[in-house]
């Protein structure tokens, strides 16, 4: 029997032009259009893609990168931006389905940046815009908080039902479960091209063992572990997709911060792959370089594999458990009440992404969802 979709989906292990938008997004319009015409109906791109993902946070005392925060700031963008508009249009003409992961600038502060993605569709709409919601370790230094308005599963009919969580959300248990509440048949993960845990030189490497201090993050293992468990506990297909740190990248890093070269050197960079219902690795990966990594998902696999655990159907405790997700968009603006500001935040809000040639719907909230499903209570 088969009733659900089958899925062509591409996962992009890229990397940016360093903290350079336009460039950045000329290549992601490269990356889309490559996609399509291998048939992929959904195409996702890393953590922060655009422009870069602040790697120096990691690496050097925030004193010491001031320059790399005001770089990162000034290309960052606004979701009513151009930038977003074209890639919008590039998924309409191309007729594909795109996850892509930006830095996103506030309007109310030239300072506040959050790490944000949107899901857009095949007809050019903005079906999810999400902000991660809380910064992992020293990307706190760069990061706002996000909130719960992008924590929804979207009815995608082509894709599927399809969720995302950005990097690290992965190891949020009750971020996750609000994702499996909703009916979630398709997992999208999004990481950095490494993940510096620990300071390394020549003199702490030499005679070095697995559990001496000077063993790094496994960036891969870790990342691939935290998708598995949630495909296995959800039952469903996971994408992950992870940014590539190319010579270029490096360089950047190491002209600021020479003192990084043998910590990056030590790390393992991420990779772009596919994880069955079973927390299985099926289709094409990418790791170690630039590339796209395909495969074809059958999403009536999903259905198996709930007869033994289905955590949102039989075998929950909806008298035990409670989880109640708010999912109530945080601006600035949210402090002013008065009837002029209140109309301008109206207006700004359904101006995401338009021009003469998108309607109002473009905006729209993804249908069904504005109700509790299998003991998740939306506010």
Request: glycine share 8%; proline share 4%; net charge negative.
């Given at each position: 029997?088969?009733?659900l979709?089958?899925?062509?989906?591409?996962?992009?292990?890229?990397?940016?032009?360093?903290?350079?938008?336009?460039?950045?997004?000329?290549?992601?319009?490269?990356?889309?259009?490559?996609?399509?015409?291998?048939?992929?109906?959904?195409?996702?791109?890393?953590?922060?893609?655009i422009?870069a993902?602040?790697?120096?946070?990691?690496?050097?005392?925030?004193?010491?990168?001031?320059?790399?925060?005001?770089?990162?700031?000034?290309?960052?963008?606004?979701?009513?931006?151009?930038?977003?508009?074209?890639?919008?249009?590039?998924?309409?003409?191309?007729?594909?389905?795109?996850?892509i992961?930006?830095?996103?600038?506030?309007?109310?502060?030239?300072?506040?940046?959050?790490?944000?993605?949107?899901?857009?569709?095949?007809?050019?709409?903005?079906?999810?815009?999400?902000?991660?919601?809380?910064?992992?370790?020293?990307?706190?230094?760069?990061?706002?908080?996000?909130?719960?308005?992008?924590l929804?599963?979207?009815?995608?009919?082509?894709?599927?039902?399809?969720?995302?969580?950005?990097?690290?959300?992965?190891?949020?248990?009750?971020?996750r479960?609000?994702?499996?509440?909703?009916?979630e048949?398709?997992?999208?993960?999004?990481?950095?091209?490494v993940?510096?845990?620990?300071?390394?030189?020549?003199?702490?490497?030499?005679?070095?063992?697995?559990?001496?201090?000077?063993?790094?993050?496994?960036?891969l293992?870790?990342?691939?572990?935290?998708?598995?468990?949630?495909?296995f506990?959800?039952?469903?297909?996971?994408?992950?997709?992870?940014?590539?740190?190319?010579k270029v990248?490096?360089?950047?890093?190491?002209?600021?911060?020479?003192?990084?070269?043998e910590t990056?050197?030590s790390?393992?960079?991420?990779?772009?792959?596919?994880?069955?219902?079973?927390?299985?690795?099926?289709?094409?990966?990418?790791?170690?370089?630039e590339?796209?990594?395909?495969?074809?998902?059958?999403?009536?696999?999903?259905?198996?594999?709930?007869?033994?655990?289905?955590?949102?159907?039989?075998?929950?405790?909806?008298?035990?458990?409670?989880?109640?997700?708010?999912?109530?968009?945080?601006?600035?603006?949210?402090?002013?009440?008065?009837?002029?500001?209140?109309?301008?935040v109206?207006?700004?809000?359904?101006?995401?992404?338009?021009?003469?040639?998108?309607?109002q719907?473009?905006?729209?909230?993804?249908?069904g969802?504005?109700?509790?499903?299998?003991?998740?209570?939306?506010?």
């Amino acid at each position: 029997m088969s009733w659900l979709p089958k899925v062509r989906v591409a996962a992009c292990n890229v990397s940016p032009v360093f903290l350079d938008t336009a460039k950045t997004v000329q290549k992601t319009v490269g990356l889309i259009q490559e996609a399509a015409r291998n048939r992929a109906d959904l195409v996702v791109f890393p953590e922060t893609y655009i422009p870069a993902y602040p790697l120096w946070a990691g690496l050097a005392a925030p004193i010491d990168n001031h320059h790399f925060f005001t770089r990162l700031a000034h290309q960052s963008l606004l979701i009513t931006g151009p930038e977003i508009r074209t890639l919008r249009q590039t998924c309409a003409q191309a007729k594909i389905f795109a996850h892509i992961g930006f830095n996103e600038r506030s309007s109310a502060s030239v300072g506040c940046l959050w790490n944000s993605a949107v899901l857009i569709s095949d007809k050019g709409e903005i079906l999810n815009h999400q902000r991660k919601l809380v910064p992992t370790w020293y990307e706190k230094l760069i990061w706002a908080n996000g909130d719960g308005a992008g924590l929804r599963v979207v009815d995608t009919e082509r894709c599927g039902k399809v969720g995302a969580l950005l990097c690290g959300e992965n190891t949020n248990p009750l971020a996750r479960w609000s994702l499996m509440a909703q009916g979630e048949q398709l997992h999208i993960t999004t990481w950095p091209p490494v993940w510096p845990t620990r300071r390394v030189s020549s003199s702490q490497t030499q005679g070095s063992t697995a559990s001496s201090p000077s063993k790094q993050y496994d960036n891969l293992a870790a990342n691939r572990t935290r998708t598995s468990a949630h495909c296995f506990e959800a039952k469903c297909f996971g994408v992950m997709s992870s940014m590539y740190m190319d010579k270029v990248f490096r360089d950047e890093i190491l002209a600021a911060i020479p003192s990084a070269e043998e910590t990056l050197d030590s790390l393992t960079q991420g990779a772009s792959l596919f994880i069955d219902p079973t927390g299985t690795q099926v289709g094409e990966s990418v790791v170690g370089e630039e590339g796209i990594a395909y495969a074809d998902l059958d999403l009536n696999a999903c259905v198996e594999p709930k007869q033994f655990h289905d955590v949102v159907g039989y075998y929950q405790r909806f008298d035990v458990f409670d989880l109640k997700v708010n999912r109530e968009r945080l601006e600035a603006q949210n402090a002013f009440r008065d009837d002029e500001v209140v109309a301008e935040v109206g207006e700004r809000a359904s101006a995401v992404g338009s021009d003469e040639t998108w309607s109002q719907e473009s905006t729209r909230e993804p249908s069904g969802l504005g109700h509790g499903v299998g003991g998740l209570k939306v506010l």
